[in-house]
């Protein structure tokens, strides 16, 4: 993995190193595995972000997403029944979500957890 992944690693190793100085230390464990696995697969997608087929069929889930929401937005209710408004609104979360593959922020916001879960405790700690 690239440079980036090794800096995650060792914040994840010093994680792991101060979760058995807490009574939760298993599940701390837990949570640092879970996290471990998103940034793998979230490096990966970054990654594969860059392919050039993959690419553009990220640009054209984006277009598609982008019309979907203009027509959302800007129709004319008047004339566009409910079901047909509903049916563009399920199709443009699920490009969203298909689009959210490729992002990392699930891993980043999971390790800003974890290390708000062990900084708490660290001061709780400090306090007893």
Known sequence: ????FK???????SLRRRSSDFGDA???????????A?????????DLKSVEPVKNALQS???SADVLAHNILFCDT???SPEVLLGSVVKFQALER???VFEPTAAVALL?????????????????
């Open 1 to 4: 993995m690239n440079e980036g």
């Open 7 to 13: 800096v995650f690693q060792e914040r994840i190793d």
């Open 26 to 36: 298993d599940e701390l464990d837990k949570r640092l595995d879970r996290l471990e």
């Open 38 to 46: 998103m940034f793998v697969e979230a490096a990966k997608a970054t």
């Open 61 to 63: 889930l984006m277009d």
């Open 78 to 80: 008047g004339s566009v």
């Open 98 to 100: 298909l689009r959210s």
């Open 112 to 128: 800003e957890s974890v290390e708000r879960s062990v900084e708490e405790a660290d001061s709780k700690e400090e306090k007893v």
